[in-house]
C-alpha cells in the first residue's frame, strides 16, 4: 500500500484512539494534546490525586511478520522523537517515572491455537 493511503488511515486510527482514551479518562479531568511535539498523542489525567502523563505511541507492524516480540519492544523503546536523536522512548519513561506508555499496534492481532 502506499504512504497516500496508510499515511491518512493511521493519522485517522491515532485520532480514534485518542479519542477512546479521553473517553475513558473524562472523569480524572483529563487533558489531551495530539501530534505533541512529534509523539503521536500525550494524556494528562489524574489518578488517585497525582497527575499522570500517558504517551499514546500508533505504531504500525506491517514490516513485521510476526507478532510483537522482545526484539519488536526494544525497537519501539528505541524509537526517537522526529528529526532528534536524543530523548528516545526508554529514556523519557527512565526520567519520568511516572509516564506511562501505551503503544498501539494497527495491524490485527494473531490468534495462536494452543496445543491439542
Known sequence: MSIEITGPERYEFQYHVT???VLRFWAHNVCAVVDSGGEDSTLEVEVDGNRVELELQV??????NKAVDDT???EYL???PSRLSENSLLE???KQPS???LISQTEKVHRVRSPS
Not at 505504531?59 to 513485521?64: D, I, L, S, T
Request: zero cysteines.
Open 19 to 21: 479519542l477512546e482514551l
Open 59 to 64: 505504531k504500525g507492524a506491517e514490516h513485521h
Open 72 to 74: 519488536v519492544l526494544r
Open 78 to 80: 528505541a524509537h526517537f
Open 92 to 94: 523519557r519513561l527512565m
Open 99 to 101: 509516564k506511562l506508555v
